[in-house]
């Protein structure tokens, strides 16, 4: 390692992005299950493949959907290289999700860690942006729809949603200049974003002196190299190789050439809005697109700025009341959410119980009741019968919400078949 | 955090404030909605008026509506986008109505709501009649809540 500079400035550079010695604590996989860094390496992959991909696509609408076919036949490894971007941006969305959630129950987003938390939010948030713009580039009747029905989400949104939504599309539907304007952010744009923001991450869990740790006191310093690299090279390995036997196996979807004519039966968006999708099915559009999803951001970013008294930075779920208390949150949650969205399907009628209502108010803000009501007395219950602190509250809260989404999506996704009836 | 004020900090805020006015004037003005490129000035001819049966409805699924005559002899051309989410809805002879495949909405022949989720219409289209032929403003999809007599053009 002590040759002249000049020929290991490259893998000098990579060391640098870790210190010269590391808490033996911090380098344990089950620490971090290696999420963030498997998230950069997903985004590597997906730059190289993308980059390969620019050479065969062509973003028209006459030229682009050909191009896959042409990809797909006639390259040497066109299919491989195509399924290789697929699964890997699906896999970064996966991932991203589940890192969100480490860093929240490890208690690894407060005090200097906050402002890290908002990038990162920032982050996700560009993650499933770029994913949801590559979703249409292969313009076929699934890419097409998918997005044809999520950007009409868009213009739910009170008074300005039509000219977002317009916006995005570049014209009141899905056209070639839509194919255009996603081509250019999902190739160009958002990466260089990505890219920029990543940097300021990294260097933000650098500064705040790596990845939290269970005992601080305990701290003994191995070096990095190569307690660490060894096992990210060998983390890095095993995803390469599980996402070209993926890629090997399962081909990226490609159904028929896009027609504005005939919607397939029936249409779902991607499946990390199916959420939205399902929510939208029972609730009015106003709190599904707008009211919930600002609830939800304004609460994400709050979460660090609350002053707490009994923060056990680095320990999952703060303490072991806390991991008690989030197993029966996600429980509740769930049987919660199913029957709130069994009742809307099958019982519940409140459009026409109470026709002289305002829509806003019957399947809006009085759905929204029947959630929030049992909910906030869940939290009533944790608070008055195992004493509940404010930090085993957020949890429990931030529970409430993932579990809600992740049921909405799988309901959404997996039950509902046929003209989105459920068990169709 | 406290807020503080001077001239240095007000001028920096104020050239900082400028700028991201300018770029995302810039920016929404690149991403406006653009003119489409459509047939002739927008109006599309649909053909002889005695060609329409009363009672029936015709696609013209290329300029995305179809032509519905009414029973009294009036027209409405009623755009093919579901007004829930944007899909491509459908005429179902058997039933008399439109069916969005997407998520299940149905429309009767003024394009009124049957079943929800959609909550609102369907869009027409402007038409006019000139030498008994029906022409149809296809660039100017008009929104609407509910059906009403106005919205009808007869011969």
């Given at each position: 390692m002590n040759t002249a500079g000049h020929s290991k400035a490259i893998t000098k550079l990579l060391l640098?992005?870790?210190?010269n010695k590391v808490d033996a604590q911090s380098i344990k996989f089950t620490r971090t299950f290696g999420l963030g860094g498997i998230a950069a390496l997903l985004f590597v992959m997906l730059f190289i493949s993308g980059m390969l991909l620019r050479f065969a696509?062509?973003?028209?609408?006459?030229g682009a959907y050909d191009s896959i076919i042409e990809l797909e036949n006639q390259v040497l490894f066109g299919q491989l290289l195509r399924n290789l971007h697929y699964w890997s941006g699906m896999a970064l969305v996966l991932v991203s999700f589940l890192h969100v959630l480490r860093v929240f129950y490890t208690q690894s987003i407060y005090h200097e860690r906050r402002k890290n938390w908002i990038y990162g939010l920032l982050i996700m948030f560009l993650v499933v942006f770029s994913n949801f713009t590559g979703y249409?580039?292969?313009?076929d009747q699934l890419s097409f729809w998918a997005v044809t029905i999520m950007t009409n989400m868009l213009s739910y949104i009170p008074f300005v949603g039509d000219a977002i939504a317009d916006m995005v599309r570049g014209g009141d539907e899905v056209t070639e200049i839509t194919l255009l304007r996603f081509y250019h952010f999902h190739t160009g744009l958002l990466p260089l974003l990505m890219v920029f923001l990543m940097s300021v991450h990294f260097w933000l869990v650098r500064k705040s002196k790596g990845v939290t740790v269970q005992n601080s006191d305990e701290k003994v310093l191995v070096p990095t190299y190569p307690n660490l690299v060894f096992k990210e090279i060998l983390v890095a390995l095993i995803v390469i190789i599980v996402l070209f036997i993926l890629s090997m196996i399962i081909n990226a979807p490609l159904q028929g050439k896009a027609d504005p004519l005939i919607s397939p039966n029936p249409s779902k968006a991607p499946w990390y809005f199916m959420g939205f999708q399902e929510l939208l099915l029972h609730i009015h559009p106003g709190f599904g697109i707008f009211i919930i999803p600002l609830l939800v951001t304004v609460f994400l970013v709050y979460i660090p700025f609350v002053k707490y008294t009994d923060l056990n930075v680095g320990v999952w779920f703060n303490s072991n009341k806390g991991k008690k208390l989030t197993i029966i949150s996600v429980v509740y949650a769930l049987v919660l959410t199913l029957l709130v969205i069994l009742s809307s399907e099958f019982f519940l009628d409140l459009r026409n119980w109470?026709?002289?209502?305002?829509l806003l108010i019957s399947t809006g803000l009085l759905l929204l009741l029947l959630y929030l009501v049992p909910a906030a007395a869940f939290l009533y219950f944790l608070k008055s019968k195992y004493n509940a602190s404010k930090i085993d509250l957020m949890m429990a809260m931030f529970t409430i919400i993932i579990v809600a989404y992740v049921v909405m999506t799988i309901v959404g996704s997996l039950f509902r078949g046929e003209g989105m009836h459920l068990f169709a | 955090m406290k807020f503080k004020l001077n001239r240095r900090t007000f001028i920096k805020r104020a050239v900082y404030a400028l700028l991201s006015l300018e770029i995302i004037y810039v920016f929404t003005g690149l991403l406006r909605k653009k003119k489409a490129k459509k047939v002739s000035d927008g109006w599309f001819d649909a053909g002889n008026i005695n060609f329409f049966e009363k009672g029936k409805v015709y696609p013209f699924g290329a300029a995305h509506f179809y032509l519905s005559r009414l029973e009294d002899g009036g027209l409405l051309a009623i755009?093919?986008?579901?007004?829930?989410?944007g899909c491509a809805i459908q005429f179902n002879q058997n039933k008399d109505r439109f069916v969005c495949p997407c998520h299940a909405s149905s429309f009767n022949k003024y394009g009124e709501v049957l079943s929800p989720p959609a909550t609102r219409a369907l869009d027409i289209y402007p038409i006019t009649i000139q030498d008994d032929k029906v022409m149809v403003d296809v660039n100017s999809p008009l929104r609407r809540n509910k059906y009403e007599n106005s919205q009808v053009t007869y011969v």
């Open positions: 640098h992005l870790h210190p696509y062509v973003p028209s609408v006459k249409l580039l292969p313009w109470m026709p002289q209502v305002p | 755009s093919i986008h579901c007004t829930h989410l």
